[in-house]
């Protein structure tokens, strides 16, 4: 059973840090490409960054020097570093696979940054 884990969101203020987790089981972690995908309530659920099976990265441009993405395959773990966040980064916070298809969607994270 597929089951995707995130953590690590909360209330931050403009300019703060946070760094968001995913925990994964049920998939062949270390052999797929996985993302971070964000969703506000304005908004469809948009792609945020993403990490290829080989290590590959792609970060979305508006978030580009600010954010980044790891992978630790040995503990099935995805993380998404976040730096000098500002409101627009408002969101809850996914992982999944790259193109997740039928994968089942977790619960998320919530991140909300003040002014």
């Known amino acids: 059973q597929v089951q995707l884990v995130e953590s690590g969101g909360g209330l931050v203020q403009a300019g703060g840090s946070l760094n968001l987790s995913c925990l994964a089981s049920?998939?062949?972690?270390?052999?797929?490409?996985l993302a971070w995908f964000r969703q506000s309530l304005e908004d469809r659920r948009e792609i945020v960054a993403d990490?290829?099976?080989?290590?590959?990265?792609n970060i979305a441009d508006p978030v580009k020097v600010r954010f980044a993405i790891s992978r630790d395959n040995a503990k099935n773990a995805l993380f998404l570093p976040m730096t000098d966040v500002d409101e627009r980064d408002t969101g809850t916070y996914y992982c999944?696979?790259?193109?997740?298809?039928?994968?089942?969607w977790g619960q998320g994270t919530q991140v909300t940054v003040s002014s």
């Open positions: 990490i290829r099976a080989g290590g590959r990265v």
């Open positions: 999944n696979l790259l193109y997740p298809l039928t994968n089942p």
């Open positions: 049920g998939i062949p972690f270390r052999t797929v490409n």
